[in-house]
């Protein structure tokens, strides 16, 4: 069973970046399209953006378009998720996850594994 382990969260002020990483217990992260979603208190889990397979075609949430970009590196099986600008109501718990089945989506129920997350806090 491949394990996606999320790192690099933490708690910032308003105008910050960070930069998330998912590093997965496989050698083949190739074969899996791979995406980053977050859940705030009270909301249900949202996209955030994905990365297809190979060519590294990626898509983003409105909200985050212009501020994040996603990239992998498969030859090290890790995806990253750099943030900038970030804001207050970036505030979540992010996790990424990977999907076999697709070549990435904004769909959750595409991406059949799924990181345990980490926190992101955006002070004011």
């Known amino acids: 069973q491949v394990q996606l382990v999320e790192s690099g969260g933490g708690s910032v002020q308003a105008g910050a970046s960070l930069r998330l990483s998912c590093t997965a217990s496989?050698?083949?992260?190739?074969?899996?399209?791979m995406g980053w979603f977050r859940q705030a208190p009270g909301k249900e889990r949202e996209f955030v953006a994905c990365?297809?397979?190979?060519?590294?075609?990626?898509l983003y949430a409105d909200s985050v378009k212009g501020r994040f970009t996603i990239s992998r590196d498969n030859s090290k099986n890790i995806v990253n998720l750099q943030m900038t600008s970030l804001k207050p109501d970036d505030t979540a718990i992010y996790y990424c996850?990977?999907?076999?089945?697709?070549?990435?989506?904004?769909?959750?129920?595409?991406?059949?594994?799924w990181g345990r997350g980490t926190q992101v806090t955006v002070s004011s």
């Open positions: 996850a990977a999907d076999l089945l697709d070549n990435g989506s904004a769909d959750r129920d595409a991406y059949e594994l």
């Open positions: 496989t050698r083949s992260l190739s074969l899996y399209a």
């Open positions: 990365i297809s397979r190979n060519l590294g075609r990626t």
